[in-house]
């Protein structure tokens, strides 16, 4: 058995996740891509343990997200939208400020099945980030629902369970 199935293995069953939609314009009820998340993390087995959305504004996302990995009842965080370029896109600047650990990789394979899987050349404008604040994981995504289904099922429903037991490991 290779160490990336033994640490599997070790794993934890569930993870208790905090969804965070960010978007000026967007309602839990027109809030596709959040229920998206919340369905895809569900079906998994993770434990959902609240949703909001928060508008698309530096401060207000990085409060939040601060909070929310400092909760005792959350050990996850997973954001939608504000990931691109335009002006009022901060989601990645305001988590990339708290992160203790980044995740590079988790970009960098977003974009990757961006790019081959989905839209081609437009992945470079993604600014998909992740990473670890204290023994929080935080794992932030564009808001279309192509690129929470690309994401979630390809990167974060695998391994969100070994990243929990990697940050909980014991030297």
Sequence with gaps: MSSVEEH??????????????????????????????????????????????????????????????????????????????SPRDT??????????KSLPGFGEIFRLLSFTEDIGSAAILSRAIAGTIGNTAVFSMPGSTGAIKLAMSRLIVPELRHVMREIYKKE
């Design 8 to 85: 599997r293995k070790q794993a934890p069953q569930t993870v208790a996740c905090y969804v965070i939609t960010v978007s000026d314009t967007r309602t839990m009820e027109t809030d596709t891509g959040g229920q998206l998340l919340v369905s895809m993390l569900e079906e998994a087995g993770y434990q959902v343990v609240g949703r909001t959305i928060v508008k698309d504004d530096y401060e207000d996302i990085r409060e939040l997200v601060y909070k929310s990995s400092v909760h005792s009842g959350i050990e996850a965080v997973l954001l939608t939208g504000g990931t691109g370029i």
């Design 91 to 100: 989601t990645y600047e305001a988590v990339a400020s708290l992160l203790d």
